[in-house]
């Protein structure tokens, strides 16, 4: 028996082979913006930039009231919302934002079975999983640092006083919003990364905000209600946006936002080192959970 080899018409690549960077960057490009239903149906669209409208309306009423203030001669009042409170006062959109993306990210890949594809090509583990993660943060500071923004261009259009003092507040409230949109990534991920099926996975990451929020006030307000103000303020570790709030009060010394302080002496440290925990731990557990794909 002899073999033969058909030429079947296929046509060789000869052209520049741009290597593992590209690869990496274009995935973290395409999940960014699948985040935003970028380059998908327009119903794909609605949700993302629906929140992200409403993320920036309570910015342009604190502006537009500040403006209209200073011009009516009111004074020149500070924005109604401080830049490190933003995203812990709406937090429930950032939620369900997390809820509705993550699976998207991570989800469908897993659905359909094309990680392994991904793999053949010159990309590993760690690449796919970084741009996974970076593009799912990515998305979350787009949507926590806008708003901020918009309130400190208008604290510079009404010429608020102290804008040294502002420009100090800005600049480390989007150190917290680094935090938080790496924090919260890793937690939807992961959460998304478990669950193929989009519906599930919505379902899944909107349970752990609920349930960890829950627990944590009904935990906070027993504890109060006996004095027991030091185990209040521990329970902040348990739900994702205390915890972060903890991390601005004790590393970047700003005003409190959440219900509860970090404890003093250890808290702010052991707060910082869980947030740090965190995203190590979503890299590992992502890093685990898409090998294991990539084997199938």
């Not at 099926?197 to 009904?218: I, Q």
């Not at 003093?264 to 731990?281: D, K, M, N, Q, R």
Request: hydrophobic share 55%; glycine share 8%.
């Amino acid at each position: 028996m002899t073999s033969v080899i058909h030429d079947i018409g296929y046509r060789h690549y000869d052209g520049p082979r741009l290597g593992r960077g590209y690869a990496v960057r274009s995935l973290f490009v395409h999940n960014l913006r699948a985040a935003y239903g970028l380059g998908r149906p327009a119903k794909a669209k609605i949700m993302p930039f629906l929140l992200f409208a409403i993320m920036l309306l309570p910015a342009a009423i604190s502006v537009a009231i500040t403006a209209f203030s200073a011009s009516a001669g009111l004074g020149k009042s500070l924005p109604l919302i401080r830049y490190s409170a933003y995203a812990v006062y709406l937090q429930p959109l950032i939620a369900i934002f997390l809820a509705a993306q993550a699976p998207v990210l991570a989800s469908r890949d897993l659905r359909f079975h094309v990680t392994p594809l991904y793999f053949s090509r010159p990309l590993s583990r760690l690449d796919y999983v970084l741009a996974k993660y970076g593009a799912v943060a990515t998305a979350l500071l787009i949507l926590l640092a806008t708003p901020v923004t918009i309130v400190f261009i208008g604290a510079l259009a009404t010429e608020q006083k102290h804008l040294d003092t502002h420009t100090v507040q800005f600049l480390a409230a989007l150190g917290g919003c680094v935090i938080f949109a790496l924090v919260l990534g890793g937690i939807g991920l992961v959460v998304a990364a478990f669950t193929p099926r989009r519906g599930f996975g919505v379902t899944a990451v909107m349970a752990v905000y609920l349930l960890s929020s829950a627990a944590v006030a009904s935990v906070q307000g027993i504890a109060e209600s006996q004095t027991r103000f030091g185990i209040a303020r521990w329970a902040g570790l348990f739900t994702p946006f205390d915890l972060v709030d903890g991390v601005q009060v004790w590393a970047l010394r700003l005003k409190q936002s959440a219900p509860e302080p970090p404890p003093s002496g250890l808290g702010g440290p052991v707060f910082t080192l869980a947030c740090a925990a965190i995203v190590a731990g979503s890299l590992a557990i992502l890093y685990l959970r898409f090998r294991k794909a990539g084997a199938q």
